[in-house]
C-alpha cells in the first residue's frame, strides 16, 4: 500500500499557475502509476490526469489537456501537477492516486491521498 500526502493547493486567480505536489512513501512507488482526480462541490470525482511507472506516458482529460502538466520524479517519490491558465471550473479538492497501472487507476482503484482544496476566483 502506498501512502500519499498532497500539498500545494490554495487561492489564485483565474489565468493564474499552481503547482500540486504528491508525496509518497513505500518503496514500490517508482512500479506504481500516479494520476490526478479532482472533485468539485455537489459533483462527482473526476480523472483529471496520470503518468505511468516511468513517466515515459501521460494522459488527460480534455478539460485540462494544453494546461495541467503531470511529471514525476521517481528519486523523490514525488508526482506533480503543474496547472496553467486557470479556470473557476478548475476549483475543487485535488486527490493524488496510485495504482500498479493506468487503466485500474483511472478506474477509481488504488490508493488515495487526503486532498488538497484548489480554488480559482474569477
Known amino acids: 500500500q502506498v501512502q500519499l500526502v498532497e500539498s500545494g493547493g490554495g487561492l489564485v486567480q483565474a489565468g493564474g499557475s499552481l503547482k500540486l505536489s504528491c508525496a509518497a512513501s513505500g518503496r514500490t512507488f517508482s512500479r506504481h502509476a500516479m494520476g490526478w482526480f479532482r472533485q468539485a462541490p455537489g459533483k462527482e470525482r473526476e480523472f483529471v490526469c496520470a503518468?505511468?511507472?516511468?513517466?515515459?506516458?501521460?494522459y488527460y482529460a480534455d478539460a485540462v489537456k494544453g494546461r495541467f502538466t503531470i511529471s514525476r520524479d521517481n528519486a523523490k517519490n514525488t508526482v506533480y501537477l503543474q496547472m496553467n491558465t486557470l479556470k473557476p471550473e478548475d476549483t475543487a479538492v485535488y486527490y493524488c492516486?496510485?495504482?500498479?497501472?493506468?487503466?485500474?487507476?483511472?478506474?477509481?482503484?488504488?490508493?488515495w491521498g487526503q486532498g488538497t482544496q484548489v480554488t480559482v476566483s474569477s
Open positions: 503518468i505511468n511507472w516511468s513517466g515515459g506516458h501521460t
Open positions: 492516486a496510485a495504482d500498479v497501472d493506468v487503466a485500474p487507476l483511472r478506474a477509481g482503484f488504488g490508493s
